[in-house]
């Protein structure tokens, strides 16, 4: 069974601080990673997506995908209470199955 | 507006009594997924479907049926469901091609067997 792994958290870190969310993956021949937000009670919504090694930025997003350790970490740079929510690592199986990691629980403190 | 609806957004029921859960999209997107979200074990796929009449299973499929007699319903259909399947179920939605990796999500359903 290919896995995600996520710690659960939660992850704190005051405001204005980076926050740092990582999550590996078992399948080695994975190519199409995302990072969703979900805040309590709603509906994941897509942040980001990578497919290369290396770092992808997107305003105070960085995606960061180091493939040969599978793995792949998401940065928060300036993180603001309205950051606070979970984040969910998917990798995309061939050319419509996606797994999800279970999620890390980010709280920004004001 | 573009979006994909859930229906119902809520639901009681009990063990055994046949429903439906619809998913309707209006962008004209081919693939849609049903999946199922439970505290500790993150988002799990249920079915998905390539386009009109095709359709697939992902992980936790049992328990559960989909039909795609059009493109842009996608209904999932408990045919006896148990409190197992007690949960909080999503559909999406992602257009085929260049923006192959965007999954636009519905509302979610809570769904409670009793």
């Known amino acids: 069974q290919k896995e995600v792994e996520q710690n659960s958290g939660p992850l704190s870190v005051p405001e204005g601080a980076i926050a740092s969310l990582n999550c590996t993956y078992s399948?080695?021949?994975?190519?199409?990673f995302f990072w969703y937000r979900q805040y309590s009670g709603k509906s994941p919504e897509l942040i980001m997506f990578i497919y290369s090694n290396g770092d992808k930025e997107d305003g105070r997003f960085t995606a960061q995908l180091n493939k040969a350790s599978q793995y792949v970490s998401l940065l928060i740079r300036d993180s603001q209470p309205s950051d606070s929510a979970t984040y969910l690592c998917?990798?995309?199986?061939?050319?419509?199955?996606?797994?999800f990691g279970t999620g890390t629980r980010l709280k920004v403190l004001a | 507006e573009a979006q994909v609806t859930q229906n119902p957004r809520y639901l009681i029921t009990v063990t055994g009594k046949k429903l439906t859960v619809t998913c309707s999209q209006n962008m004209n997107h081919e693939y849609m997924s049903w999946y199922r979200q439970d505290p500790g074990l993150g988002l799990r796929q249920i079915y998905y479907s390539m386009n009109v009449e095709v359709t697939d299973k992902g992980d936790v499929p049992e328990g559960y049926k989909v039909s795609r007699k059009e493109k842009r319903n996608f209904p999932l259909i408990l045919e006896s469901p148990s409190p197992n399947q007690t949960s909080l179920y999503f559909c999406?939605?992602?257009?085929?091609?260049?923006?192959?990796?965007?999954?636009?999500f519905g509302p979610g359903t809570r769904l409670t067997v009793l």
């Open positions: 998917a990798v995309k199986e061939g050319t419509y199955k996606y797994i």
């Open positions: 399948d080695r021949g994975s190519q199409s």
């Open positions: 999406a939605s992602t257009p085929k091609g260049g923006s192959d990796h965007e999954q636009f």
